[in-house]
């Protein structure tokens, strides 16, 4: 069997121990007089139990049992105060560093000891001398073991609230990657939402104007482009700097609301009519009906993703835009264009624009659907329709 190294200070105090008991044997102190044995004989207990306190945090309840047994064979000798001195240390060892269930265990093995002691004292005895040799008794074992139960609940109570502390950084670490994690989403939604719209509309544009031979018309469809690139740009520089670090000089832009939707189908109208795209807003909302922020931000956005997924893939035709307000607080938006089978769309997409919807809508708590429908009598056979429907009262939830 390996016996584990003792820790520096262990040595150290064993050591120190031995030599106090020897130095107390030298000048003659001894915990009673009564001995066949030679004086001597009281350091090989003191010996004994010095060298089991190399082991008293490897092998507590080891150097207990070796204290036990020292302790009794220091009464058949003369006695070294030392050897009891080294036995608190036992006690005491063995309720901080032995297994919890010792460590409950002891403390009231030791009360009950040392009550037995004292009743058994008196009765020798026959005098209430006995108490006095039974709190003798108390200050050797249940002093001690108090003491080290005492101080093991404190170290628990620190190693808990140590775990608590780590356990709480570990999950503000965790709550910060997922904070970024949704930043970056919510961005790039917002980059989507802000630049699809000029960019594609820029693709329809340039596309149309390779195909013409007509320098005016071309001039038209350029200046058209200009007034895209620039809206894009400003956008891309408004995105930009909300997200520059240190930006205090930049006066935050209002979110856009349903109040801009009017501009923004004129928008959408100019830019598509090159597409034989025609749009009609459809808005049937009363005015000054309740809307909540994260509601008109949301909806705002889905009719312009909408209107954007339009001028790449709608067969040409009537893109409507229908508003609608419900009395038990919700709002419908909806937006339908033709819908055939185009080979290919007019503009290059993402595929994220209609994911982007479904997140706004979800996180809002409202529902949405985005498929083909029948046409209307006297229209177009398909429909491409996107319906979502919003929760407008404010809550806790606020679309990123």
């Known amino acids: 069997m390996n016996l584990p190294r003792p820790p520096r200070h262990d040595l150290f105090l064993a050591v120190a121990a031995f030599l106090g008991g020897v130095l107390l044997w ?29 082991f008293r945090r ?24 030392g050897t009891v001195l080294v036995f608190t240390d036992a006690v005491y060892a063995a309720v901080l560093y032995g297994p919890p269930g010792a460590a409950r265990r002891i403390p009231v093995v030791t009360v009950l000891f040392t009550v037995a002691t004292a009743v058994g004292f008196v009765l020798w005895t026959g005098s209430a ?17 108090t003491t080290a139960a005492i101080v093991r609940n404190h ?22 990657v997922q904070a970024v994690a949704a930043e970056r989403n919510r961005m790039a ?21 390779l195909s013409l031979d007509d320098p005016g018309t071309t001039r038209k469809v350029l200046e058209t482009i200009r007034e895209n690139s620039v809206a894009g740009l400003a956008e891309m520089r408004r995105l930009i700097g909300l997200l520059r670090d240190g930006a205090d000089d930049l006066e935050p832009a209002a979110a856009p609301t ?19 795209l025609t749009f009609a807003l459809d808005d049937r909302r009363e005015d000054g009906a309740p809307l909540s922020v994260p509601a008109d931000l949301a909806a705002y956005r889905i009719v312009q993703e909408s209107l954007t997924n339009a001028l790449k893939h709608a067969d040409p035709g009537e893109v ?81």
């Open 155 to 176: 170290r628990q109570a620190a190693d808990t609230a140590r775990l608590r502390a780590e356990q709480t950084a570990l999950l503000a670490e965790m709550d910060q």
């Open 189 to 209: 939604r917002e980059l989507h939402d802000l630049v699809a719209n000029h960019l594609t509309a820029i693709a329809i544009h340039s596309t149309a104007a």
């Open 26 to 54: 030298s000048l003659g102190l001894s915990t009673h007089k009564d001995s066949p044995l030679p004086a001597w004989a009281a350091l090989v207990p003191l010996a004994v139990i010095c060298a089991a306190q190399l």
């Open 58 to 81: 490897s092998l507590p309840m080891a150097f207990l049992v070796v204290g036990i047994v020292t302790v009794a064979a220091d009464l058949v000798t003369v006695g070294n105060p």
């Open 320 to 400: 409507r835009i229908a508003l609608t307000q419900a009395p038990e607080g919700t709002l419908t938006v909806s937006v339908t264009s033709a819908y055939g089978k185009r080979s290919r769309p007019r503009a290059p997409g993402s595929g994220s624009g209609l994911t982007g919807i479904r997140e706004r809508v979800t996180l809002l708590g409202g529902e949405v659907s985005a498929r083909p429908e029948p046409g209307p009598p006297g229209g177009p056979a398909r429909i491409w329709c996107v319906r979502a429907v919003l929760p407008v009262e404010d809550g806790e939830e606020t679309p990123a």
């Open 129 to 145: 001398e006995g108490l006095l040799l039974g709190m003798l008794v108390g200050l050797v074992t249940i002093a001690p073991a």
């Open 258 to 276: 349903l109040a801009g939707v009017e501009q923004l189908v004129d928008r959408a109208r100019k830019n598509g009519a090159a597409s034989g």
